[in-house]
């Protein structure tokens, strides 16, 4: 069964750093999104990504945030100097399409820790 | 935007129903209501999705009340394997077309006792 994956699972940066998340999703979809979770706290969405432009952003995706799609396979996530604050647990999806409310497929996540 | 809002957590006996409920008092008429699932150290997984009418699927069953204020997803028969974060969603359209937000509720922490 084809799923989305992300790398690394676990990234550890200093504070100010710039990091880059990344995420291969399913293949034949369209429709990309980046969501975090803080521990112990409700998952946040970031951005949706369709047509290689954003489609929604959160508040929380502010300047220090980027997404790109560089090669038709990948999907990454760039906070440009990271705080402290960052440190969550980030998650990639993708659907196949959105209208109609087609599902998300969901990443395993990568954990960024900021110190 | 509009909001959802769920117990903190619940309990059910195995192979007896459970119904989740949440409450999306200020859903708008485009939006849809989802649910998903977060079993522990995983992302999170689609159960269902309803706009309107009653949903079933061979994960779950979702009831959407008529002034589709409040909706329940319900476990028809609760196994230890369904023990998870349940997260009522509320998908709204943006500005443009197929522009789409996900805002995710607290989330029920579901226990199943053996």
């Known amino acids: 069964e084809p799923e989305v994956t992300q790398t690394p699972s676990h990234q550890v940066t200093q504070m100010g750093q710039e990091v880059i998340l990344r995420c291969v999703p399913i293949?034949?979809?369209?429709?990309f999104y980046w969501y975090r979770q803080i521990l112990g706290q409700k998952v946040e969405f970031l951005v949706s990504?369709?047509?290689?432009?954003?489609?929604?952003k959160s508040e929380i995706f502010d300047d220090q945030f980027s997404v790109e799609r560089p090669d038709g396979s990948n999907f990454t996530l760039k906070i440009r100097s990271t705080k402290l604050e960052d440190s969550a647990m980030y998650f990639c999806?993708?659907?196949?399409?959105?209208?109609?409310?087609?599902?998300?497929?969901f990443g395993p996540g990568t954990r960024l820790t900021v110190t | 935007d509009a909001k959802t809002t769920q117990p903190n957590s619940m309990e059910s006996n195995e192979e007896e129903p459970v119904h989740l409920p949440c409450n999306h008092s200020?859903?708008?008429?485009?939006?849809?209501i989802h649910w998903y699932r977060q079993l522990p150290s995983q992302g999170p997984e689609y159960v269902i999705h309803?706009?309107?009418s009653n949903v079933n699927n061979r994960m779950a069953s979702l009831a959407i009340a008529e002034d589709r204020k409040s909706s329940t997803l319900i476990l028809h028969r609760a196994t230890l394997r369904d023990a998870a974060v349940y997260y009522c969603?509320?998908?709204?359209?943006?500005?443009?077309?197929?522009?789409?937000?996900?805002?995710f509720g607290t989330g029920t922490r579901l226990k199943v006792l053996a």
């Open positions: 200020t859903i708008s008429g485009t939006d849809y």
């Open positions: 990504f369709y047509n290689n432009e954003i489609s929604e």
């Open positions: 999806a993708s659907s196949e399409w959105a209208e109609g409310a087609y599902e998300q497929y």
């Open positions: 969603i509320l998908r709204f359209s943006g500005g443009g077309s197929g522009t789409y937000k996900y805002i």
């Open positions: 293949s034949n979809h369209l429709y």
């Open positions: 309803g706009l309107t």
